[in-house]
């Protein structure tokens, strides 16, 4: 039974909206599943797959915060 995670940024998404739309997220769900039925042989009703949406103060990059490490990065320090 594989299970996939699949986490997505609210980057750029209004507070009171998802990152993907509902359709978006059913076509990461489909194609994950169908790839792994065509390179493991997986079959579709046993893999599961789970959408995580991360909001931005909750992932960093380099050491820092990602809005911390691209406002050095655009500062050019």
């Known amino acids: 039974m594989p ?3 699949i986490q997505i940024t ?3 998404s209004a507070p009171d ?3 993907a739309t509902a359709a978006e997220k059913a ?3 489909n194609g994950v599943s ?3 039925l065509d390179v493991l042989n997986k079959p ?3 893999t599961f ?3 995580e949406e991360v909001a931005m103060d909750n992932w960093g990059v380099g050491g820092l915060p990602v809005a911390e ?3 050095l990065r655009a500062a050019g320090d």
């Open 69 to 71: 490490f691209r406002r």
């Open 44 to 46: 579709l009703e046993s």
């Open 10 to 12: 609210r980057e750029g």
């Open 17 to 19: 909206r998802p990152a």
């Open 3 to 5: 299970m996939v995670t």
């Open 49 to 51: 797959v789970v959408i």
């Open 34 to 36: 169908q790839l792994l």
């Open 27 to 29: 076509a990461l769900i």
